[in-house]
């Protein structure tokens, strides 16, 4: 029986193949957008991480850890002591990512992203709020603008200094929700209520006040005016009065002029269509009538 000789290019394909078929898509990596995979040969981490596309060829016994780096949010509730012993329960916001170089130096020292979250950022997180919380006198100042705006930084600079180093990078710390012990919410609700109504009864005397200012103005008028109608009286009295003066000095001083005011009444009188006889006082020097007697009796 002759030998067969089969040619080498034929034997290479024929590996090749058969290599494929035993390892199938061991050979190759693909990574999905917003990730990166770690791999590890034989429990030995590689240094270097594998970014989104895909990648051929791989070692096919390379076991594969995958990190999401895009950035995640993650809502914490804790409940914070103050100096008076009271307890507000306060919702804070981590924005945080996965530095993918530093995947490879996570999964050796922490594990998975879970772990980071779990081991790293939630007890970091309290720790500071707890530490936060010492500052604070009353339990109620947790609503100032102010402490809000200093425990957002302080939470942000504690969390970046000490989480950069285990390869999570802190975006922001925001605060959500503060509630305070339902006995302090009442007692602010009161006091309020009490700021309103007091706010109320100023507003009242405030009107009250411009309603008085208004009757003072009012009255002032009048005053005014009855001043200056008094006046105007007094001027017009001594206007008459300093007719009548010159009147009577007029006529103390020429008696005919007494005679012809005579004269002009019974000029008068005698316009009367009534009957009458008239009596005169002939040693009088005034001519006027003594006694009028008319038909009616």
Known sequence: MENIKIPKPLIIISVIVLAFMWFGSSLYQKVPAGYVAVATLFGEVQKNPYEEGLH??????????????????????????????????????????????????ILKGTGSAADVLKVHIVPKLRSLLREQGKAIIRAE??????????????????????LIEKGVNVGAVLIRDISLPPFIIKAIESKKEREQEVEKQKAELERFATEQQQKVAQATAESEAANEQANKMRVLADAQAYEIEKINKAIGSNPNYVKLMALEALKAISKDPASKIYFMNGDSPSPLPLMNISDNK
């Open 56 to 105: 051929i060829p791989v070692n096919p016994f390379f076991e594969w850890y995958f990190y999401d780096v895009r950035q995640k949010s993650h809502l914490e509730e804790a409940n914070v002591p103050s100096q008076d012993q009271l307890q507000t329960k306060i919702q804070v916001s981590v924005q945080y990512r996965i530095e993918k170089d530093m995947a490879p130096s």
């Open 141 to 162: 100042d947790f609503f100032l603008e102010e402490t809000q705006q200093n425990l957002q930084t302080s939470l942000l600079t504690g969390l970046r200094g000490y």
